[in-house]
Each structure stands twice: as structure tokens, then as C-alpha cells.
């Protein structure tokens, strides 16, 4: 957090409407300070934020905005002061209008997998960093046949062209990647460093090449393993939870698939943390609390949403429906995060409330 003009100010995300109050945050460059400016600009005031902190404003070009967690980090991004640049394969930005910084933010349409227009586009640019979150996530889809060249276009291709660009003006890059780089197996946690990669399905293994290509091609690399991801712009486990029990009393739901969800709104903060240093490497976030089933998240959702509905739960096998291969074990070791000095994202069951009554499910 810095301290910022009016300009910068009027750009900060505003997701609820309601009062308004302008609040004058001390120390707000340390973490509390930091973390109380950031909820009052969330719940829609004005934050004046006093204290000093080391180091420029950042210009950090983001891919993906128009899903989950590229809106949310352009947001937190420009909420600290640094120049967002946001991209997609859209001729403009496509995503929620939610009111908030992105939707205005400068923004440029780029297909990560024209080599030539992304080595063009950096250039323009010259960002002093990138966070790479475009990627083809439908892992279902991914298993078709006539749409394995354009995956591992996106994923593998792209990663690469945007490492490369990154490259040729000593940008620092984050990527975003997943525990389906392992084989899913076992109980034992999955930590960052970790080198025994076994995808089980097609998408697990554009996002371990992905990652390869960034570390082969970079020094100043962070890749960040997530998952069960879910955030305000886009299709995610816990809307469709909700949105099934509507119309349903009771759903089915796997409780032998093991893991942590992640919240984008919060995800976003330790990424904007991480890329503001220069603490390279390997690390694993998802939100705290614990590790858990699908079907604890759904009756977690559910009850969080003031619903009654049954969850049933059964094994994958008892499931079927998945073309893909999914991991029993998605249990991600986060401890790394703490040991580098940054501050881990919270509580899974507060995530989850607070994400339901900011989408208003």
C-alpha cells in the first residue's frame, strides 16, 4: 500500500453499494494497516492510506482478465498504486461489470498464442511484470481429441511466448499452475518443490510443460500451484452448487477427492505480495482451514448461503460423468509461503462466505 493521488484513488475497485465514508488508514503500508485499507475500499469507501514503503510503483501487465483471477489481481494491483495492463482474447474486456477497477483499467486484446503479437505487445508495454493467468482450465474438454492442438497451444505455447517476451525485457513473470501437475495420489501433501510430476490427464500435463517452459526460459519466475478455484467473474463449484439447489433438495457430491479451495479475491493479494519482491520460485496457495472434501464445500456452501439442501455424498467411481482423470489428492503443502515471509490467505469457510454474499448467490 502507497500512498496515492486522487487519480489513483478514483481508480480503486468498489464492489457494494451503500454509505460511503472516507476512512484515513496510519501504518497502512504494514499488514494491518494494509488489510484494513483493503476491506473499506472493498465494502465501497474511500481508504486514505499514510506510511512508507520501499520501492516504485510497479507496471504489471496481467493476461486473462476476463476470468476469475485476472479481474481480481488487476484490481488488487491498481488498488496499491501500481499501473495494471490487462489483456484477454477479447476485442475489449469481457468480464463481470462490476464497478470495479478493471473494468476501466487499460486493457489490449492479445491471442497468447500469435508468438510475434505477444513479443510485439511486451515490447509496447515493457511491464516491469507479468502475472500470467490466461490458460484453457476446461479440463473435461481438454481430453477431446479436436481440441488438444488448441490446449496445449494456449497452455504450453503461450506460457512459453509470454516467458520468452518477459525475457527480452528482464521482466519478472508469475504463473499460475495446479496440483494436476502430480499424480493425485497418496495422502502425503504435495510440496512446491517437488519434482515426481505424473499428470493424470491431458490439461495436467500442458500445465507441467507450462511450467517447464518458464523455468527453462527464466530466472526471475514464480510459479504458484492453486486449486478448486472460484472468484466473482466466472463459472466455479460453489455457483453451481448454489445454483442446482434451487431446483434440487438434495446433489450429489465426490468426498473422496481432497483438497483446499481458493478464493480469487484473496489469492490475488499474495500474488500482487509475491510479485513485488524478488523471492522466486515454487510455491503452493490456497486458502487455510484445513483439508477437505468436494462435498464438504458444498454442504459448507450451502450453509453459508442459508440453503437446505442434502448433500449425498459418493465415491468418483459412484460419480462417473468425468471424461478426465481427477486426483484423490490435491492436498497442497502452503507452508513455504510463511518461511518466505508472506502472509498466508484465510480461513477456507470464511472465503466462502464472504464470496457468496459478494456475488449475492
Known sequence: ??????????????????????????????????????????????????????????????????????????????????????????????????????VTAPYVQLDITDRAAVAATIEKIKPDAIIHCAAWTAVDAAEDEENKAKVHAINVDGTRYIAEAAKSIDAKMLYLSTDYVFDGKGERPWQPDDKNYAPLNYYGQTKLEGELAVSGTLDKFFIVRIAWVFGLNGKNFIKTMINVGKTHDAVRVVDDQIGTPTYTFDLARLLVDMIETEKYGYYHATNEGGYISWADLAEESYRAAGMNVKVNRVTTAEYGLSKAARPENSRLDKSKLVGCGFTPLPDWKDAVKRYIAEAQL
Open 1 to 102: 500500500m502507497r500512498e496515492r493521488s486522487k487519480e489513483q484513488w478514483d481508480k480503486v475497485p468498489v464492489h457494494r453499494q451503500g454509505i460511503e465514508i472516507r476512512v484515513f488508514v496510519t501504518g497502512a503500508t504494514g499488514q494491518l494497516g494494509y488489510d484494513c485499507a483493503r476491506e473499506l475500499i472493498r465494502r465501497g469507501h474511500e481508504a486514505i492510506g499514510s506510511g512508507s514503503r520501499a520501492g516504485d510503483d510497479m507496471k504489471i501487465f496481467v493476461t486473462g482478465v476476463g476470468g476469475q483471477l485476472g479481474h481480481d489481481v488487476v484490481n488488487d494491483a491498481i488498488g496499491r498504486g501500481h499501473e495494471a495492463v490487462g489483456s484477454d482474447i477479447a476485442e475489449h474486456y469481457s468480464g463481470v461489470s462490476d464497478g470495479s477497477a478493471v
